[in-house]
T-cell receptor, first 113, second 112 residues
Framework: AQSVTQPDIHITVSEGASLELRCNYS??????LFWYVQSPGQGLQLLLK??????LVQGIKGFEAEFKRSQSSFNLRKPSVHWSDAAEYFC???????????FGTGTQLKVEL | EAQVTQNPRYLITVTGKKLTVTCSQN?????MSWYRQDPGLGLRQIYY???????DKGDVPEGYKVSRKEKRNFPLILESPSPNQTSLYFC???????????FGPGTRLLVL
């Protein structure tokens, strides 16, 4: 069975600082990996996804993530955080091709001005 | 406009009173899912469907039923709601495996 761990429940960064949100997964083969963002009171929006090819993927809003098979990780990064990035971020894993998705417990990002 | 709609958006009910939350998508997507979101637990998949008349259990299916009689609709049924089903529920759809999932606006349910 697949699983996802987001070890950081809360993260606070200053506006303009860099950001890295951690995600570790467990799955027997190469999974499909996703990062979603949820702004307060909103639904979820896809930031980026990975399932093959280049291990560094670019997403919307200036986010990127790197797939590292050896570490079973898919960390999300942004070089310079904006106040509007304050939200909750979810990593998710899919066992290839099906519709069974497992989400992490989320990381709440706070941005200090 | 491409969207996933859910109704109702807010619902207060009492233990044991059957309820249905509707979900509809207008993107002709094959895959649909229901999730519940609880503080500290993230999103957990309740049921999912990969086609009409094809549904399967997710991680937390107990106490819920679904049906997929038409491609666009995927209602979530709580036959006998209990207080531990108080949660925020999201319906989602996507074209297929590995594709972007589109979420509905959510339904906040309180079971007294």
């Amino acid at each position: 069975a697949q699983s996802v761990t987001q070890p950081d429940i809360h993260i606070t960064v200053s506006e303009g600082a860099s950001l890295e949100l951690r995600c570790n997964y467990s799955y027997g083969a190469t999974p499909y990996l996703f990062w979603y963002v949820q702004s307060p009171g909103q639904g979820l929006q896809l930031l980026l996804k990975y399932f093959s090819g280049d291990t560094l993927v670019q997403g919307i809003k200036g986010f990127e993530a790197e797939f590292k098979r050896s570490q079973s990780s898919f960390n999300l990064r942004k070089p310079s955080v904006h106040w509007s990035d304050a939200a909750e971020y979810f990593c998710a894993v899919e066992a290839g091709g099906g519709n069974k998705l497992t989400f992490g417990t989320g990381t709440q990002l706070k941005v200090e001005l | 406009e491409a969207q996933v709609t859910q109704n109702p958006r807010y619902l207060i009910t009492v233990t044991g009173k059957k309820l249905t939350v509707t979900c509809s998508q207008n993107m002709n997507h094959e895959y649909m899912s229901w999730y519940r979101q609880d503080p500290g637990l993230g999103l957990r998949q309740i049921y999912y469907s990969m086609n009409v008349e094809v549904t399967d259990k997710g991680d937390v299916p107990e106490g819920y039923k679904v049906s997929r009689k038409e491609k666009r609709n995927f209602p979530l049924i709580l036959e006998s709601p209990s207080p531990n089903q108080t949660s925020l529920y999201f319906c989602a759809s996507r074209r297929g495996g590995g594709e972007t999932q589109y979420f509905g606006p959510g339904t906040r349910l309180l079971v007294l």
